[in-house]
């Protein structure tokens, strides 16, 4: 990953939202389900939003400690634009306690443990064009923790035609959902497991939040989404929760909802699980075809598993080796052979990017971020 090599500024401290005064002199955060109670000089769970003076602050805005250019199937996505690349970044902090983190050198850091360099949200849009991406993702650590600069960044990038990807665990408030998903385009949203005790013991959450973001996203928003389930040996890949994660999926978010099953490798807590097998992925997909779901992956394994096939006549339709696009047989969104319109964003929902943000994009972004090697 990608890390910056100029260090933030001090003097930028950004007053934070979704947060009120307690009468303990504490201030409650609910921007994510943890609801911390915060006191003076101290942080909440995620470390990055903080109490100075009696208000709180957000400590990611403006600051991301990576910035890189990724395939938008590594989000994973494999409805919305393939084959194109997303502008991708992420600052310091996490909402989840996950023991198999895998960006931990950032999620478990605080903001001054990471190097990051000061990017205001209205030059985000225009590095995304200057690197030739239509899309620019909030991504490697949990985005819902700096919403403040995700919207801030929203806002800039609908002025471009720039699409905006929030790769989320899903655990948000009720009162914070709107405020941000309102500004996204597409979301890839991690249902860890199907469990309770794993989101308790291993995650450090809980459960529920994370289906009730799901069905939000489904019933109240036009974001188009998909899931992704990390298998964990032993911890997560037995076939009956496999079963009921699924049954859940058709019957809350339907059967057209991209699932992504993808390979564990060991890392950060979990050292002493091996490596998924691919066979574990192959049976999980089995399990979510025959439960009705229609477009389910394989992901961090090469495998035909990857490919996009029409659930009515089988056509192949996008052929893909790991995040590469071989071929995309798809004709205005729909099977070639049988026609059946194919779930996704094909086009780009926010159209083309105006002439003029190119000369923009040059100027400011060789001025201010020329050395940056992305
Ligand atoms: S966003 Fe951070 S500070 Fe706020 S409730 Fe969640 S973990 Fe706590």
Aim: hydrophobic share 35%.
């Amino acid at each position: 990953m990608e890390h910056l090599k100029i260090l933030p500024k001090t003097d930028a401290l950004h007053e934070a939202q979704w947060w009120e005064a307690l009468p303990s002199g504490k201030l409650h955060c609910y921007l994510c389900p943890r609801h911390c109670h915060i006191g003076e000089g101290q942080a909440g769970f995620c470390f990055i939003r903080v109490n100075e003076g009696g208000k709180l602050y957000s400590l990611g805005y403006a600051h991301p400690a990576a910035m890189q250019i990724d395939p938008i199937e590594k989000k994973p996505l494999n409805h919305f634009l393939p084959g194109t690349r997303v502008f991708s970044m992420g600052t310091a902090g996490c909402n989840m306690g996950c023991f198999f983190c895998q960006n931990w050198d950032i999620s478990k850091s605080k903001a001054d443990q990471v190097r990051s360099s000061y990017v205001p949200p209205e030059d985000v849009p225009l590095l995304a064009i200057r690197n030739g991406c239509p899309s620019l993702a909030f991504t490697y650590n949990e985005p819902t923790i700096w919403g403040e600069y995700v919207i801030d960044i929203c806002r800039a990038a609908k002025e471009y035609g720039i699409n905006t990807v929030m790769v989320s665990n899903g655990y948000i408030t009720r009162e914070a959902f709107h405020d941000i998903y309102d500004h996204i385009d597409a979301a890839n949203i991690d249902l860890k497991a199907f469990t309770e005790g794993f989101y308790g013991r291993i995650t450090l959450t809980h459960l529920q939040p994370v289906l009730d973001t799901l069905v939000w996203l489904k019933n109240e928003t036009n974001v188009w989404f998909e899931l992704t389930n990390l298998m964990i040996p032993t911890l997560n890949d037995d076939h009956d929760e496999t079963r009921r994660l699924c049954d859940w999926v058709l019957k809350h978010l339907g059967p057209d909802v991209p699932l992504h099953f993808t390979a564990f490798h060991p890392d950060f807590k979990l050292q002493d699980k091996p490596k998924t097998p691919p066979e574990t992925l192959h049976a999980a997909r089995a399990i979510a075809l025959e439960a009705g779901l229609h477009y389910v992956y394989e992901g961090n394994i090469y495998s035909d598993g990857a490919h996009t096939r029409c659930p009515s006549c089988g056509a192949m339709l996008i052929r893909r080796s790991w995040h590469d696009v071989q071929e995309n047989r798809l004709r205005d969104g729909r099977c070639p052979r049988c026609a059946l319109a194919i779930p996704g964003r094909w086009t780009n929902p926010q159209g083309k990017t105006p002439t003029r943000a190119y000369a923009k994009a040059r100027e400011v972004t060789d001025a201010k971020y020329g050395d940056l090697n992305l």
